[in-house]
């Protein structure tokens, strides 16, 4: 209500369940939510023990046309990361605009590649 950029990501789990989340805006910036922190926690809420197939991130904006993938954040591929490393499973990324190319990526890793995991706490 407050930016008119609106994020939706899918994930799609091993057994093809399909969960969706979408951004959540606060008046206080700070509080915000994510649409890939939300559908992640909803999954390993509800489906803790499902490994995810895939993910996909789009974004509309009241402003202008979105017309180039919409990447998430770094705190967003930071949760992604952590979600495929619990599950040992990667997680394809799918990340599209309202029009425009798509890209596909076999794993949070192509986006995040020198992580920081529980494997550095020791």
Known sequence: P?????????LELTD????IGTNQ??????LCLCAEQ??????????????IRK???????SLRIID????????????ISEHEDRHAYPIKILLQGEKGDILIFD?????????????DLG
């Open 2 to 10: 407050y930016s008119g950029f609106a994020v939706a990501a899918a």
């Open 16 to 19: 093809g369940t399909v969960l």
């Open 25 to 30: 805006e606060n008046a206080s910036y700070g």
């Open 38 to 51: 939300n559908v992640l926690a909803h999954a390993g809420a509800n489906f803790h023990d499902t490994p």
């Open 55 to 61: 993910m996909a991130i789009t974004a509309r904006s």
């Open 68 to 79: 180039h993938p919409i990447s998430p954040c770094g705190a967003c591929r930071q949760v």
């Open 107 to 119: 794993s949070i890793k192509d986006l995040l590649p020198f992580s920081f995991s529980g494997n």
